[in-house]
């Protein structure tokens, strides 16, 4: 039987079953501690993080007035190292040809039902002019697999397209990529083509169920897939996302085993992911979420969010379209940055326009219904209308500023002086841009506002003058 060794290369020593089962059971026998988890949430006033076995204690727990303080803490640490500042990104997705077998997916390769499709360069660009349109700066890519219709190549040269479309004031400054594990070598080229993070979502970190869910195709390597972000470190990705798909499985097991993956990576490489994504099962073309007995309700949702934020405070938490406006709202309070905004979750679907029924024509590859359907520019207004600053801001990676470099900045306290202009700036870059004349005037207030809160004065000043030059016509300015 393997044995629990979080700096092990091997996916069943650093996801350790018996280990897990170990730290659920040790949750559960102590649910009803109270005075352990007042001790676990002073631990997280720290603003350290907690161990998985510590998160785990806490998200098991059934009180009314802990579950409040957890919420309260989740909060108190966004709003500490995050302010009112959400990151604002969107999925791309190139094409839905893929030769694996996840239950749970439209696009598993038995799916007759719905039509295949690969944006061609050509494509690609008209895709991301309705992006830059939108107003958008930071995108996801998303392909299937599929070494014959989505090679390496592909996805590198659509990269190269991406980056090099200049329209109007609009540019995709940051590409970030979710594509199927692959090899080192190949992990080298993505670094080498200039990408944000490597994304790359678990599943379930349960072996046997994660065997089932996916049959067939080289993804049913658990090992393979699980040693994903490894061998992405060893290429010199240092900006990795990580993320379960709640519903597969037991959401329990799957929290600790992906706090148990953060750790893994953060004592093997001395950087843990980037970024952590909480995306749950949804209908879909052939998938029928009901089939998956695992739903995760609302109020525990919620819960696994803000117990998130306490146990890994440096890491930015995504939270996508899957979910509605409301489910959004809330989970922004307690620990979400980062949010998408006007997705279109088909391929091709960012040039086609809505009929009267808000649908539209390439709807029937897209690979799972969106809850939260406005546009970008609903979105924003949204936000801003809630106190938060939309941020398109791209800045570390370009300052080279990722892994082991952006986690000492945020742990030393930095980040406010960097996000927050940054933030500012960028906002300003859309409201000049994209807005409507209502959204500029209120964004436009929440900026005079938000300028006179950063703290450093030196930095303050240059922001106002950057703001100035944005106003003036100029654009991409960053610290
Ligand atoms: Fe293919 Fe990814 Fe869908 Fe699985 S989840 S069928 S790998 S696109
Ligand atoms: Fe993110 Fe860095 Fe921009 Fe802050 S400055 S919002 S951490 S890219």
Request: a negative charge; one cysteine or more.
């Amino acid at each position: 039987m393997p044995v629990y060794n979080s700096t092990s290369k091997k996916a069943e020593e650093f996801i350790n079953d018996e280990q897990i089962r170990a730290t659920l059971a040790y949750a559960e026998e102590h649910r009803d501690d109270l005075e352990l988890m007042e001790r676990i949430l002073e631990k997280g006033r720290q603003y350290q993080g907690l161990s998985y076995k510590e998160a785990a204690t806490l998200l098991e727990c059934e009180d009314p007035g802990i579950i409040q303080k957890i919420f309260d803490l989740g909060k108190e640490i966004k709003e500490h190292f995050y302010g009112n500042r959400i990151v604002m990104f969107a999925p791309l997705y190139l094409s839905n040809y893929c030769v694996n077998g996840c239950t749970y997916c439209p696009y598993h390769m038995k799916n007759k039902h719905i039509p295949r499709k690969k944006l061609s360069q050509e494509e690609i660009r008209a895709e991301v002019i309705a992006l830059q349109d939108m107003g958008h700066k930071r995108l996801a890519i998303e392909a299937g697999e599929h070494p014959a219709e989505n090679p390496i190549e592909y996805i590198l040269e659509s990269i190269g397209t991406i980056y090099s479309i200049k329209h109007r004031n609009g540019a995709i400054r940051r590409v970030n990529v979710n594509i199927a594990a692959t090899t080192v070598e190949n992990y080298r080229r993505l670094r080498d083509a200039g990408i944000g993070t490597y994304i790359l979502f678990q599943e379930t970190y349960n072996k046997e169920a994660y065997e089932q869910l996916h049959p067939t195709g080289p993804k049913s390597d658990y090992a393979w897939h699980t040693e994903a972000m490894d061998r992405a470190m060893e290429a010199g990705i240092d900006d990795v996302g990580c993320g379960v798909l709640y519903g597969l499985n037991n959401y329990k097991y799957d929290f600790v085993g992906m706090l148990m993956h953060a750790h893994h990576l953060e004592k093997t490489y001395g950087c843990g992911p980037h970024t952590i994504s909480v995306p749950r099962v949804r209908p879909a073309d052939d998938i029928d979420p009901d089939e998956f007995d695992n739903g995760v309700p609302d109020d525990i949702f919620k819960r696994i969010v803000a117990v998130l934020r306490i146990a890994v405070p440096y890491t930015g938490m995504i939270m996508s379209t899957r979910e509605s406006a409301k489910t959004r709202r809330e989970c922004l309070e307690i620990g979400i940055t980062q949010i998408s905004g006007g997705s279109r979750t088909s391929v091709g679907g960012y040039v086609e326009e809505l009929d009267e029924e808000g649908k539209f024509d390439s709807e029937e590859t897209a690979q799972f219904d969106v809850e939260d359907r406005r546009t970008l520019a609903e979105v924003v207004d949204w936000l801003i209308d809630l106190g938060y600053v939309p941020s398109f801001c791209t800045a570390c990676y370009r300052e080279g500023r990722t892994g082991d470099r952006f986690m000492s900045l945020l742990k030393a306290g930095q980040i406010a002086n960097i996000c927050q202009p940054n933030a500012l700036m960028t906002l300003k870059e859309f409201l000049m841009d994209y807005a409507s004349e209502e959204t500029r005037a209120k964004g436009e207030a929440l900026i005079r506002q938000r300028l006179e809160m950063i703290p450093s004065e030196k930095v303050r000043e240059i922001c106002r003058r950057h703001l100035d030059e944005i106003e003036a016509g100029n654009r991409d300015f960053r610290f």
